[in-house]
């Protein structure tokens, strides 16, 4: 997906909130949330993005760690939607 493309959707949903399921071209989909941190801008003209998988989003949202994030490359999602 281009950057416009998951940027569209982030803006959307409002995915600071919202944990979303992500589909990729070559691993096995999961569900994160998207976050914004100081590098946001940056890595987001790139294409890239901070995703907290669903197994730590609990505890990003207490401790606000970026660490806990991983950074994907958006032209490796094939699908974004929202998770019920």
């Known amino acids: 997906m281009t950057k416009d493309e998951v940027e569209t959707f982030l803006m959307r949903i409002q995915s600071e909130e919202l944990p979303v399921q992500i589909g990729f071209k ?25 995703i907290v998988g669903a197994s730590k989003i609990d505890e990003y949202k207490v401790s606000g760690n970026r660490d806990l994030a991983r950074i994907y490359n958006g032209m490796e999602f094939t699908r974004l939607s929202k998770v019920q």
């Open 26 to 50: 070559t691993r096995k989909s999961f569900v994160g949330l998207f976050i914004k941190t100081g590098d946001y801008t940056d890595l987001k003209s790139k294409n890239f993005w901070r």
